[in-house]
């Protein structure tokens, strides 16, 4: 039968350009959310964190936005290059004191040279 | 490189069969968590282990155990595997908290494909 998947939000850009991703998170008791890039054939890796307490958190070519009054992420990435392409997850790490994290579906961001 | 290792890299194998894959955490960290991403799913928590002991439980099906050893690796058990089984599988680990709002490093993963 035919196969179901997920169909993720793309996001084309030139490079140099800055790019936006955006996420929603539905638990309100959230107070940790983490950015990471996966690229294809990789696991998941760490690009940016933000707690609950702060609304905005630069890294190197990164910036991460919380609004929590519309329960809503954004990862800005300045300056994107080709090595920038990959899928972007936020995931939320909940309101407990454990570890679990749920994650979006994901963005799929191309950067053409 | 995340210091997060797993093995094996790709696994293939039939309906019915129970497979084991392992994971080393990075040195030092006490948490170990298991994900599984399928096409369908997307990323999805199944269990975390801290210093040998069951944290958190996610959606993990009851065919599927884990443990964590007494080194810090752990090994995450499938049984009477299925089709739709599929899947990475990725472990992560954690500092040496409880888990609780600490960053997760994640391997690479193990591909596995039941035929």
């Known amino acids: 039968g035919e196969s179901v998947g997920l169909h993720l939000p793309t996001l084309s850009v030139q490079e140099g350009d800055n790019s936006i991703i955006n996420c929603a998170y539905s638990?309100?008791?959230?107070?940790?959310f983490i950015w990471y890039k996966q690229e294809s054939g990789k696991g998941p890796q760490f690009i940016i964190d933000?707690?609950?307490?702060?609304d905005k958190r630069q890294g190197q070519r990164v910036t991460v936005l919380l609004n929590k009054t519309v329960k809503h992420l954004s990862l800005q990435i300045a300056a994107t290059q080709p090595g920038d392409s990959a899928v972007y997850f936020c995931?939320?790490?909940?309101?407990?004191?454990?570890?679990?994290?749920?994650f979006g579906q994901g963005t799929i961001l191309t950067v053409h040279p | 490189d995340s210091g997060v290792t797993q093995t094996p890299k790709h696994l293939i194998t039939a309906t019915g069969q129970r497979v084991t894959l392992r994971c080393s955490p990075r040195?030092?960290?006490?948490?170990v968590y298991w994900y599984q991403q399928s096409l369908d799913q997307g990323l999805q928590f199944l269990i975390q282990?801290?210093?040998?002991?069951?944290?958190a439980k996610g959606n993990i099906l009851e065919r599927f155990s884990a443990q964590q050893f007494p080194d810090l690796h752990s090994e995450l058990n499938l049984s009477s595997l299925e089709l739709g089984d599929s899947a990475l599988y990725f472990c992560?680990?954690?500092?040496?908290?409880?888990?609780?709002?600490?960053?997760?490093?994640f391997g690479p993963g193990t591909r596995l494909l039941v035929l």
């Open positions: 992560a680990s954690s500092g040496r908290g409880e888990g609780g709002q600490e960053t997760q490093y």
């Open positions: 638990n309100s008791a959230s107070d940790y």
């Open positions: 933000i707690r609950s307490n702060m």
């Open positions: 995931a939320d790490g909940g309101g407990t004191s454990y570890g679990k994290l749920t």
């Open positions: 040195s030092g960290d006490l948490s």
């Open positions: 282990y801290y210093n040998g002991e069951e944290r």
